[in-house]
């Protein structure tokens, strides 16, 4: 088993990440409080682990269920309201915990919901995706879509313990192992240049669901992260590079309809605009461009826009984007590769330039 | 006019309490940020002050209003919805500010509102009932109501800036008026004898409604709750305290249904409960319960429970309250006068006693 400390004061939590982890009721005796556990899932994850997962929990007195329908376009404060719910039905208190299981839906919403509780409640991540293990469990970053704008509603908060059990990669689809791959070929460009280099040598073990090279990919990756949320946990400056790809990404989404794109899918395509806006400013060479392509195309990634959508289309979206900052378009563009930098000054003409090079019409 | 700070480390912000403050630009420019303001208020409030606050926030580029129905009915995640909506319609980014004018219910939603969107903006309360500034703008308690319980959905968020503008009381019903001085009269019996004392010398100006005893009794009602919450901000300890009679009172207001008992209502008749529960056990005097009593009838205040409402009902209510913590009843009661306790171990037998001696059937 790994471990790893995520080191925000007294917010600090750990995350556990190895092979059966799920099954050990050890790891829940340690940081669960209370006596009153709600298990909080969706029914796709449901009937592969919710048994597991229950069967560790056997040692608290109250562990309630809730499921949640499958997919991003449920993630909506109706659907945290059924939460609060089952919370107020099962007469939850505030010493109660909220185990999520499942993916960066499931996770998102249940830590939102931990969030607001009584004003806030214990939280524990059981990720099941490869997206929501090397995402969503670290950052605190919880919340629901609204109609006019994706998380636009939500809240910062820690959760007590991420598990992540990597043999729940063996049942996850092959476009979303993909996707989650999206995420972790992001850690490489950004800030950690010789795991993008080690991701370029091990990309066939990932996508073979090699227990070995998903661990360590995993556990790099959530390095990584933390070592940038550490430095700003609420995003005032630093972490906004953790967007590298996805004020691009989000447009796609919002335009497809949540959950058409897969988020992974929507960032590998923002993240080569992202690139070739970096090389028509003159701040990455052609190279770095084509390195990024490669490793996504031997990913199964996409790169070109969809057909159907136009350069109106992603300005309108972008500029609802939580990244737009007093007005102006904050991007998330790279200076070399491995080193992303915020750019508040892009040219209009630039970026229309690359929407239409990367398949906007 | 007078001004407080309330001190939460980097969380820390002033009060401002005097005649004509919601009149002047400076207050607002020297504490909103960025350019963009969402004033808050509801249908009742917008025609006595909306002008007002609107000339004085002309210098900034955006002001928009979103006017919410009145009462305590409409305190739910549905109208917190109404505020994302039209952030977002009017294009409101992370910089903007969110303004609340009006009473309690309006700070609740429009801090929540503040708390979650896109992860928290920048929030200044202009409380205009006695209630909200004596209690809610002192504590960053933001929330929403649920069918099945008072505020049980919600976030701890500090403002930028509390701006009490006394001249607000002089719309106030006399009603309402009563039920912010029960508040009033709370600090004194947990924290603060001395100030209780005061009352019972100047409770006839307070009802006069003379501004310098209500910005007194202001200032002084926010320095009690400020010294309590700048120790336990989280409230997981001492803070409780400020639930004095609040458990028994949030069982009247869910029994009665949310507005047709007034909240300060309900806690006053919760003081008298919890002051009789605490001479039942021995812990205060006869002669101070009837001080209490004495002042809250000079008030005007009910000390009697609905006639409707049996024994059971308190205790069905009481068991969701949030004060329960691993299943047993904690209740606020007094060692003294201006000394309150928070006590786990009350028994069954005399908390039924009290209720009944208090007209529950």
Not at 173 to 192: F, W
Request: hydrophobic share 40%.
């Amino acid at each position: 088993m790994h471990s790893l400390h995520v080191d925000l004061g007294e917010r600090s939590y750990p995350i556990l990440i190895g092979s059966g982890l799920m099954a050990d009721p050890a790891h829940f005796q340690q940081c669960i409080r209370g006596k009153q556990v709600l298990v909080v899932t969706n029914e796709t994850i449901a009937p592969l682990y919710l048994d597991t997962l229950c069967d560790a929990l056997q040692g608290f007195s109250r562990v309630d269920v809730v499921q949640l329908p499958d997919g991003e376009a449920f993630k909506t404060l109706d659907t945290v309201n059924r939460i609060f719910d089952t919370l107020l039905e099962k007469r939850h208190d505030r010493g109660t915990t909220i185990v999520a299981l499942g993916g960066g839906v499931v996770g998102d919403m249940s830590g939102f919901a931990a969030a607001c509780y009584q004003r806030g409640v214990d939280f524990v991540q059981v990720p099941t995706t490869l997206l929501s293990q090397v995402d969503s469990s670290v950052g605190g970053k919880t919340g629901v879509n609204h109609p006019l704008g994706k998380n636009m509603i939500g809240a910062f908060y820690q959760p007590q313990l991420v598990l992540i059990d990597i043999d729940t990669l063996n049942t996850l689809p092959d476009r979303e192992l993909s996707a989650g791959i999206a995420e972790v070929i992001k850690y490489g460009m950004i800030c950690d240049p010789a795991f993008f280099q080690w991701l370029e040598q091990n990309m066939d073990k990932l996508l073979a669901r090699d227990p070995e090279a998903l661990a360590y990919a995993v556990e790099r990756s959530c390095a990584d992260k933390a070592a940038v949320v550490a430095e700003d946990e609420r995003e005032s400056g630093r972490r906004a590079i953790l967007n590298f790809g996805h004020t691009f990404g989000h447009a796609i989404e919002a335009v497809q309809g949540y959950g058409n794109w897969l988020h992974g899918e929507a960032v590998a395509t923002g993240m080569v605009m992202a690139a070739e806006l970096s090389r028509l400013r003159g701040w990455i060479s052609e190279h770095d461009v084509a390195r990024l392509r490669a490793l996504l195309e031997k990913a199964a990634l996409p790169q070109q826009s969809p057909e159907d959508m136009t350069v109106d289309d992603y300005l309108a979206a972008m500029s609802v984007d939580k990244k737009v900052k007093n007005g102006k378009l904050r991007l998330i563009l790279l200076r070399g590769l491995g080193d992303a930098r915020i750019s508040d000054d892009t040219p209009k003409d630039q970026l229309i330039e690359v929407l239409r090079a990367c398949g906007a019409r």
